[in-house]
């Protein structure tokens, strides 16, 4: 299986080298100028590398209120690259009226921080968490109309629909056809390296390879529909959608509803249970 997974990923670099050409780049840029006029847009993760200029941008476009969401800190230049500037001087020196908001899209209060947008930006974040499921919940109770999804992603398994690859620990034979399908595989932790183990940096590590059937589940459970995909010489170890939220009520009660139904119970009341989305709706 290691020999047919290399085959994978060399069949991949050649896709990369000799495919489209489509700029992969400038195609993610014109998707927010095309879509951001007129709306409120909410870039979430757009910290690293881009230190805030997708928010910019839709700001540029026309955006009626932008939000920039993301764990960094909005004053430190990052190691290693101060070409890529810093969040509060950028927003400065551009009297820009991007708002930035600082936490975890995991954090129940996160949701509340950032608002709800008709377009929301999410790229290079998924594959960063433990919990990609619990973050695609997250995402779409934070948008109204469309989000822009980019992760890393890996090829179907034959036999295994939905198949995922969990990164960590993976020694390093096992790590190479993974490795081998991105060439800056040197920066993915847990793929290229090895997974750091330091205390307070595990978002550093990749967590999961996601398979894109097994992505448009996740979605489906985090209640999206896709509307887009893009197509990437990148393929199929980058998976970039367009989804919509679908009008259904999530898949779970709120983390907070078996508490307070225990709480209630206490003072000798029963929550409802089958129909409290519905109940919720008409407070």
């Not at 919940?137 to 992603?153: C, D, G, P, V, Y």
């Not at 920066?187 to 307070?200: F, H, K, Q, V, Y």
């Not at 996601?210 to 990437?232: C, D, N, Q, Y």
Request: aromatic residues 12%.
């Amino acid at each position: 299986m290691r020999f047919i997974g290399r085959a994978w990923s060399a069949a991949a670099k050649l896709r990369q080298r000799f495919g489209e050409k489509e700029d992969w780049e400038a195609g993610r840029l014109e998707w927010v100028r095309r879509n951001a006029p007129g709306k409120s847009f909410a870039d979430i993760g757009g910290m690293f590398k881009y230190v805030g200029e997708i928010a910019f941008m839709a700001e540029e476009a026309g955006a009626t209120e932008v939000t920039m969401f993301d764990v960094g800190d909005p004053d430190i230049i990052c190691e290693g690259n101060p070409e890529w500037g810093w969040f509060d001087k950028k927003r400065a020196d551009r009297g820009s009226n991007v708002r930035y908001v600082q936490g975890n899209l995991e954090d129940p209060a996160a949701v509340e921080q950032i608002g709800v947008h008709d377009v929301v930006f999410f790229s290079g974040v998924l594959y960063h968490t433990p919990n990609p499921v619990l973050q695609l919940m997250q995402l779409r109770a934070i948008t109204r109309e469309l989000a822009f999804i980019s992760t890393l992603t890996i090829p179907e398994i034959p036999g295994f629909p939905q198949a995922c690859t969990f990164y960590p620990y993976l020694d390093p034979a096992a790590r190479r056809p993974y490795a081998e399908g991105y060439h800056w595989a040197s920066d993915l932790l847990a793929i290229g390296p090895s997974t750091d183990e330091r205390p307070m940096y595990g978002y550093g590590n990749c967590w999961w390879g996601i398979t894109r059937s097994a992505l448009v589940a996740m979605l489906r459970s985090a209640r999206f529909e896709v509307v887009e995909e893009r197509r990437l010489p990148l393929s199929p170890w980058v998976t970039e959608l367009v989804v919509r939220p679908l009008a259904l009520d999530p898949l779970l009660p709120p983390v907070t509803y078996f508490r307070e139904r225990g709480e209630a119970l206490a003072r000798g009341e029963r929550l409802p249970f089958a129909d409290w989305y519905d109940r919720a709706a008409d407070r």
